[in-house]
């Protein structure tokens, strides 16, 4: 079982609010990935990052926000959450070219 | 536009038969394919994958089949259990740099009954 920890695992907030998702590794991996899943989309990446300070946009980044100021945390955030955000959010650790290891999610819900 | 696609959203197989879980790919870049086993409430899970210089790939019961000129691939569970019943995601990585961005399929929910 790989060292992820995704906090918080539920969360109901209303739309405006800025909220933020922490996913917290203990491997020591270089790569994290945002994922959000929504029913007949499968899982679809935001945002990554291939090392402190270094991210980059994935498929659905619009509306999100990340950072990593260490190697083992990485924080997704919605400055200004809306309806269409509500979704489930899994964070992925991955050292290079080997695959990718989930954490058990956050289910959010905007109000 | 759909670059991973799993047209079968659902699948019942009978316990010890063979299950058979398909996916299909547009992009002929991609180089790298994965399954990913998820149940309710948790992650998915990392269940095996290919490369694109191969055509099989085996583990325990578990194989998978990819045709590059039909952009196809498959996954063979023989023979199936109960504890099989969980969604299927088909991933594919087009590689930025040495990370792996993975385009999933939308799923389909195996059921094994008994």
């Known amino acids: 079982d790989a060292g992820i920890t995704q906090s918080p695992r539920h969360k109901v907030t209303e739309t405006g609010t800025p909220v933020t998702l922490r996913c917290h590794q203990t491997?020591?991996?270089?790569?994290m990935y945002w994922y959000r899943q929504d029913p007949g989309h499968g899982l679809r990446l935001i945002h990554y990052?291939?090392?402190?300070?270094?991210?980059d946009k994935g498929e659905v980044s619009d509306g999100y926000s990340v950072s990593r100021s260490k190697t083992e945390d990485f924080l997704l955030t919605l400055e200004s959450a809306t309806s269409s955000q509500t979704s489930v959010y899994f964070c992925?650790?991955?050292?290079?070219?080997?695959?990718?290891?989930f954490g058990d999610g956050t289910r959010l819900s905007i109000l | 536009d759909q670059q991973v696609k799993q047209n079968s959203p659902s699948l019942s197989v009978q316990e010890g038969r063979i299950s058979i879980l398909n996916c299909d790919y547009t992009?002929?870049?991609?180089?790298?394919f994965l399954w990913y086993k998820k149940y309710p409430a948790e992650g998915p899970t990392f269940l095996i994958s290919?490369?694109?210089?191969?055509d099989k790939n085996e583990d325990g019961r578990f194989t998978v089949f990819l045709n590059k000129s039909a952009k196809h691939l498959s996954l063979h569970i023989v023979p199936s259990q109960p504890g099989d019943s969980a969604v299927y995601f088909c991933?594919?990585?087009?590689?930025?740099?040495?990370?792996?961005?993975?385009?999933f399929g939308t799923g389909t929910r195996l059921q094994v009954t008994l």
């Open positions: 992925a650790i991955s050292d290079s070219h080997q695959p990718q290891h």
């Open positions: 491997e020591n991996h270089r790569y």
């Open positions: 990052s291939y090392g402190v300070k270094d991210t």
């Open positions: 992009n002929s870049m991609f180089d790298y």
């Open positions: 290919i490369s694109s210089i191969k």
């Open positions: 991933a594919a990585r087009g590689v930025a740099g040495t990370a792996s961005k993975l385009t």
